[in-house]
Nanobody
């Protein structure tokens, strides 16, 4: 059973930064592609960033240059760092991986950016 547990969300002032983590278990972490998604009520879940097993990263245009995704294979932990936050970054942030032929999600961590 794959388990993903996000942490690090909270209230952030505009212009501030975020540091999210996702602890993964039940997965061969070092070979798994890992992703961060976010969702605002009433909107579809948006892919924010992804990182492959070889460390190749990709980002949504909306966060490119502001967010950084990274992985710690030894600790089976995924990270997301961001700066220059705006109220448009307010969302529930989810950790995701596709394993055993299906998508797995954490419970999400809320990030609220105040202006």
């Amino acid at each position: 059973q794959v388990r993903l547990v996000e942490s690090g969300g909270g209230l952030v002032q505009a212009g501030g930064s975020l540091r999210l983590s996702c602890a993964a278990s039940g997965v061969n972490f070092k070979i798994a592609r890992m992703n961060w998604y976010r969702q605002v009520p009433g909107k579809e879940r948006e892919l924010v960033a992804g990182i492959s097993s070889d460390g190749t990263t990709s980002y949504a245009d909306s966060v490119k240059g502001r967010f950084t995704i990274s992985r710690d294979n030894a600790r089976t932990t995924l990270h997301l760092r961001g700066n220059g936050l705006t109220p448009e970054d307010t969302a529930l942030y989810y950790c995701n991986t596709r394993y055993y032929g299906r998508d797995w999600w954490g419970q999400g961590t809320q990030v609220t950016v105040t202006s």
